[in-house]
């Protein structure tokens, strides 16, 4: 069974930290192309952040450039999301998805594998 689960959300305060982990089981996903999004209540599911099989090219959205950093570890086949200078719009659910080899999608729909998500608030 593939699977992906996400961990290490929680309760921070404005300006704080807290790093997501996205661990990978069923197959090996070293060649895929790993992504987070995330979605507030009343809004559409929002790309966050991808990156390639090796790691070397990634992309974010405008709205955490420079705070935010996605890396993976493929000998543990696992994904993480660096958060730091958390803002209170940045609370939502967050999600891990994975896709096969190509381009750093930011749509929703070119990720056929999903975790189940883990709920990140900033307080302010």
């Known amino acids: 069974q593939v699977q992906l689960v996400e961990s290490g959300g929680g309760l921070v305060q404005a300006g704080g930290s807290l790093r997501l982990s996205c661990a990978a089981s069923g197959r090996t996903f070293s060649n895929y192309v790993m992504a987070w999004f995330r979605q507030a209540p009343g809004k559409e599911r929002e790309f966050v952040g991808a990156l390639n099989w090796s790691g070397g090219n990634t992309k974010y959205v405008d709205s955490v450039k420079g705070r935010f950093t996605i890396s993976r570890d493929n000998a543990k086949n696992t994904v993480y999301l660096q958060m730091n200078s958390l803002r209170p719009e940045d609370t939502a659910i967050y999600y891990c998805?994975?896709?096969?080899?190509?381009?750093?999608?930011?749509?929703?729909?070119?990720?056929?594998?999903w975790g189940q998500g883990t709920q990140v608030t900033v307080s302010s």
């Open positions: 998805a994975a896709s096969p080899p190509g381009f750093l999608a930011t749509q929703a729909r070119s990720y056929d594998y």
